[in-house]
T-cell receptor, first 110, second 115 residues
Framework: KNEVEQSPQNLTAQEGEFITINCSYS?????LHWLQQHPGGGIVSLFM???GKKKHGRLIATINIQEKHSSLHITASHPRDSAVYIC????????????FGEGTQLTVNP | DTEVTQTPKHLVMGMTNKKSLKCEQH?????MYWYKQKAKKPPELMFV???????INESVPSRFSPECPNSSLLNLHLHALQPEDSALYLC??????????????FGEGSWLTVV
């Protein structure tokens, strides 16, 4: 079992739909990152969370430390949101390593 | 400036060639990373530099040789690579390596093809 599990693996939505991507992890963490990767390759850091909730534009990220679970929500989805979304955790305060989930491929159709 | 700049974007090299990938950031970050990513897989950590010193080598074959000439630059020297080394190589940086509160910034990556 991977230390970081994402669901779903693939998600297809219609423009305007509300989208949720889930991340569960099995280790103690000091921080959780949500990353976005477009087909061109570059990775953009969307959020870093250690507790609670963060919002940036149409994106919302939440984390429940007790349940070891985080969600990424996209409101009013748009085709330009089509990308791979990756959850990554830093497993200890002194750790330099990120443990990545397998990613969620999101396709938003017009 | 929140950019990590990688060059070249694409590289095709033969198995006997020597080439280098370059990475640059001007955010004052003291931790820099090399990741390797195969298609449809998450990135895999290769090396971590902290304050210009190599702090983590994830048992990477010696045909990959990292170098950190100064706090803004990170190179990955490539020699005698194999076709299975073809991948996207991502550079990243953060303020310091071992603090939970750091956002990590990634570059656009260098697509490497070994023929």
């Amino acid at each position: 079992k991977n230390e970081v599990e994402q669901s779903p693996q693939n998600l297809t939505a219609q423009e305007g739909e509300f989208i949720t991507i889930n991340c569960s992890y099995s280790v103690g963490i000091s921080a959780l990152h949500w990353l976005q990767q477009h087909p061109g390759g570059g990775i953009v850091s969307l959020f870093m969370l250690s507790s609670g909730k963060k919002k940036h534009g149409r994106l919302i990220a939440t984390i429940n430390i007790q349940e070891k679970h985080s969600s990424l929500h996209i409101t009013a989805s748009h085709p330009r949101d089509s990308a791979v979304y990756i959850c990554a955790v830093r497993s200890s305060p002194s750790g330099s390593r990120l443990t990545f989930g397998e990613g969620t491929q999101l396709t938003v159709n017009p | 400036d929140t950019e990590v700049t990688q060059t070249p974007k694409h590289l095709v090299m033969g198995m006997t060639n020597k080439k280098s990938l370059k990475c640059e950031q001007h955010m004052g970050h003291r931790a820099m990373y090399w990741y390797k990513q195969k298609a449809k897989k998450p990135p895999e950590l290769m090396f971590v530099y902290s304050y210009e010193k190599l702090s983590i080598n994830e048992s990477v074959p010696s045909r990959f040789s990292p170098e950190c000439p100064n706090s803004s630059l990170l190179n990955l020297h490539l020699h005698a690579l194999q076709p299975e080394d073809s991948a996207l190589y991502l550079c990243a940086s953060s303020q310091v390596a071992a603090t939970s509160g750091n956002t990590i910034y990634f570059g656009e990556g260098s697509w490497l093809t070994v023929v």
